[in-house]
């Protein structure tokens, strides 16, 4: 598997893309089972959101691993899957809770766009094995990230555990908004996630700050 960093602007001289990512790619290239997401968009997350546009990190566990679902930002899908992937439905029920909205279809990147970096804390699965990459070292990028955005204050939203614990030690410094929940998934949404609010709580913090809101709703415009 041949993982292109050529686009990640800023993020590439963070130590893992020397340290880690060959020992990572190797093992990609030894796996027998279809990876997803497809090559060019492992680290389209970081493609879209550089540092100085980071103003919200929404942090998940790994790419959905329904083929034809993960475009490598984490619980975003393109705008013709139907029905959404479950646990995005569920954000989109918590969001009408919220906002009293949603949008139109599975595709996140105007969020991107905005300075939501939408991170998993491991970036590749085996098809149909969700965790099935989560010993793989991923990690350790997420963790780098994470430690880089800490430098000034910003918006967390750590869903799941696995989120919390990869964020957990990288995350420093007290003037974040760091809102810690259950992961959306059908398994968990209603142990903590639905209820939540984190649309509505982020952009407050935003406008706290001094920031514009985040437009979490309409693509068009974004």
């Avoid at 993982?3 to 001289?13: K, T």
């Avoid at 089972?33 to 060019?40: F, G, W, Y």
């Avoid at 879209?48 to 566990?61: E, S």
């Avoid at 614990?165 to 968990?188: K, N, Q, R, V, Y």
């Amino acid at each position: 598997m041949t993982l292109s960093v050529r686009h990640i602007g800023a993020w590439g001289d963070l130590p893992f893309f020397a340290q880690d990512l060959p020992r990572i790619a190797a093992a990609l290239d030894a796996e027998e089972r279809d990876v997803l997401p497809a090559e060019r968009d492992v680290f389209a997350a970081l493609e879209l959101t550089q540092p100085d546009q980071t103003r919200v990190v929404i942090l998940g566990q790994d790419p959905y691993p329904t083929p034809g679902h993960a475009h490598g930002l984490a619980f975003s899908a393109e705008a013709d899957v139907r029905p959404l992937p479950r646990s995005l439905g569920n954000i989109y029920k918590e969001m009408e809770a919220d906002l009293g909205a949603a949008p139109p279809n599975a595709d996140l990147r105007f969020w991107a766009r905005q300075g939501v970096l939408l991170l998993n804390a491991v970036l590749t699965v085996p098809a149909g094995e969700a965790h099935g990459h989560k010993s793989l070292g991923w990690q350790a990028l997420t963790r780098q990230v994470i430690a880089r955005l800490s430098s000034i204050p910003r918006a967390f939203l750590l869903w799941g555990k696995p989120a919390q614990a990869t964020a957990a030690g990288a995350l420093t410094g007290t003037d974040h908004f760091i809102l810690e929940t259950a992961h959306p998934s059908p398994l968990s949404a209603r142990k903590g996630f639905f209820g939540s609010r984190p649309f509505s709580r982020t952009n407050s913090w935003l406008q706290a700050q001094g920031h514009s809101p985040i437009n979490w709703t309409s693509p068009e415009a974004a």
